[in-house]
Structure formats: structure tokens, C-alpha cells
T-cell receptor
Framework: AAGVIQSPRHLIKEKRETATLKCYPISRHDTVYWYQQGPGQDPQFLISFYEKMQSDKGSIPDRFSAQQFSDYHSELNMSSLELGDSALYFC?????????????FGNGTRLTVT | GENVEQHPSTLSVQEGDSAVIKCTYSDSASNYFPWYKQELGKRPQLIIDIRSNVGEKKDQRIAVTLNKTAKHFSLHITETQPEDSAVYFCAATGNRDDKIIFGKGTRLHILP
């Protein structure tokens, strides 16, 4: 079965530009999570969606927004990019109906802000 | 909210020996504890998980133990091999919210 698909794999942007990251969860997974991972750091939770509604919010800057669409894919929109936004961005999904089921991660998008 | 502490941050083990990584959590409502292995530049991959109604779980060379009273859980890797070298993250999640909170990670080096 196909895993979580993220695009693009790599993205280079300049300061103050905008970026959009996309995530396609595993089929039948209704919950999507976004994590940010800096070099040598643990994954930091940004935001999650369940059935197209925001379900939880972590350390997501106000410059970032996200949504989940009717086909359950999710997009993370990042504006006014800063050098510190350079990181690996992971999307993960799981089926909410599977109580305490594991998160399955995509391969990530490496964002470099110059 | 949940806070997960992980120790040690770095661990070097001779090939064939055992490795133990320990984590503590703060939220007594947490009831699901996965462990992820991450190689450089790659995604975290689930290697084992345990739920709060179980005290121990084993999968070949990997085992996890959970002490709910003390709020700590541990990963045990036996007969370590070079391919076990990676960063390992413990994590916890509970009923009140479904986000998974990660520990800071342990960089495991398997020495030849």
C-alpha cells in the first residue's frame, strides 16, 4: 500500500517569499499531522486535522496556515519566510478510528530559505 | 500538556552488546508510547509501540517496557548490529489530545 506522500521533496525559497507544502495521507486515514524538524532536533508538532477540521495546534507561527481538503490531503502554507524556517517538514497520518494507532510519516519536504 | 524526557542523548555500544534508552513522561493520562528510528535525512519509522494496558512488548531483538506508576518506559535493543546506528525517539500521546510528543532523541552508535 502507498505510504504518506509529500511534495515537493526539496524546496528553496528566499526570505519573505511564500511556500506551500502538500501532503497526501494513507488511504482511509482521516487525521493528518504536520511536524517541523530542525537539524539535530526532535520533530516539533505544528498542527493537526481530523475530518477536515483543525484538531490540535502546537508551535505553529502565525505566518503559517494549514488546511485539510475534502479528499483528506493537507497543505501547509508558509508566508514571509525567515532563515529560521529552514528545516525538514514532515506530514504524518493515521486513522482516528484506530484508537492510539501509530503515526505514519511521509518522506518530508526539505525547505531551505536563503 | 505532555512533556517527554529522553536519556541518554548519545549512546555508544559495542556491536553485539545491548543498548537501553529511557524515557519519562509527565501526563498520567498518556496511554500510547511509540518508538521511532530515524536515519539521517530520512523520515521517522515506527519500530515498536506499547499501550498502557501492557507492561512489556517484544519484537525479535527489540523490546519496550512500561512502568505506568513511575511514568517511564524504556527501549531495549539486544545483539546490536551496525544497521542499528541511528537516532531513536520515544514519544507519548494520551486521550485529551491526539498529537504525539517526542523526546529529544538518542543518537545510537554501534562500534565495530
Amino acid at each position: 500500500a502507498a505510504g504518506v506522500i509529500q511534495s515537493p521533496r526539496h524546496l528553496i525559497k528566499e526570505k519573505r517569499e511564500t511556500a506551500t507544502l502538500k501532503c497526501y495521507p494513507i488511504s482511509r486515514h482521516d487525521t493528518v499531522y504536520w511536524y517541523q524538524q530542525g537539524p539535530g532536533q526532535d520533530p516539533q508538532f505544528l498542527i493537526s486535522f481530523y475530518e477536515k477540521m483543525q484538531s490540535d495546534k502546537g508551535s505553529i507561527p502565525d505566518r503559517f496556515s494549514a488546511q485539510q481538503f475534502s479528499d483528506y490531503h493537507s497543505e501547509l502554507n508558509m508566508s514571509s519566510l525567515e532563515l529560521g524556517d529552514s528545516a525538514l517538514y514532515f506530514c504524518a497520518s493515521r486513522g482516528r478510528s484506530s484508537y492510539n494507532s501509530p503515526l505514519h510519516f511521509g518522506n518530508g519536504t526539505r525547505l531551505t530559505v536563503t | 500538556g505532555e512533556n517527554v524526557e529522553q536519556h541518554p542523548s548519545t549512546l555508544s555500544v559495542q556491536e553485539g552488546d545491548s543498548a537501553v534508552i529511557k524515557c519519562t513522561y509527565s501526563d498520567s493520562a498518556s496511554n500510547y508510547f511509540p518508538w521511532y528510528k530515524q536515519e539521517l535525512g530520512k523520515r521517522p519509522q515506527l519500530i515498536i509501540d506499547i499501550r498502557s494496558n501492557v507492561g512489556e512488548k517484544k519484537d525479535q531483538r527489540i523490546a519496550v517496557t512500561l512502568n505506568k506508576t513511575a511514568k517511564h518506559f524504556s527501549l531495549h535493543i539486544t545483539e546490536t548490529q551496525p544497521e542499528d546506528s541511528a537516532v531513536y525517539f520515544c514519544a507519548a500521546t494520551g486521550n485529551r489530545d491526539d498529537k504525539i510528543i517526542f523526546g529529544k532523541g538518542t543518537r545510537l552508535h554501534i562500534l565495530p
